[in-house]
């Protein structure tokens, strides 16, 4: 059983950065890792996955702002999040699993609000 745990959320101003973290308990080798988001009242949509060997992939409304990395050394992943903008606000999910949509394991969630 693998545990991921984030950190890295808070609240920070439009325009500004945060970088998350998601540390997993046990080996994550072979599983692609990424981030969800779920903003109140919405589904819970894919923000960005990154694979084994380091191929990525984003949602639309992040590209060019977002980065997602992953140190297999130390079974973390991170997502570097600039110009953030309050639509940005939501809980993120850090997962592993096979591709952008077969979750095997979540993470709790970290809250990230964009606000002035």
């Known amino acids: 059983q693998v545990q991921l745990v984030e950190s890295g959320g808070g609240l920070v101003q439009p325009g500004g950065s945060l970088r998350l973290s998601c540390a997993a308990s046990?080996?994550?080798?072979?599983?692609?890792m990424g981030w969800y988001r779920q903003a109140p009242g919405e589904q819970r949509d894919l923000v960005a996955v990154?694979?084994?060997?380091?191929?990525?992939n984003y949602a639309d409304s992040v590209k060019g702002r977002f980065t997602i990395s992953r140190d297999n050394a130390k079974n973390t992943v991170y997502l570097q999040m600039n110009s953030l903008q309050p639509e940005d606000t939501a809980v993120y999910y850090c997962?592993?699993?096979?591709?952008?949509?077969?979750?095997?394991?979540w993470g709790q969630g970290t809250q990230v609000t964009v606000s002035s």
């Open positions: 997962y592993a699993g096979y591709g952008e949509r077969i979750v095997r394991y």
């Open positions: 046990g080996s994550v080798f072979g599983y692609a």
């Open positions: 990154i694979t084994g060997g380091g191929s990525t």
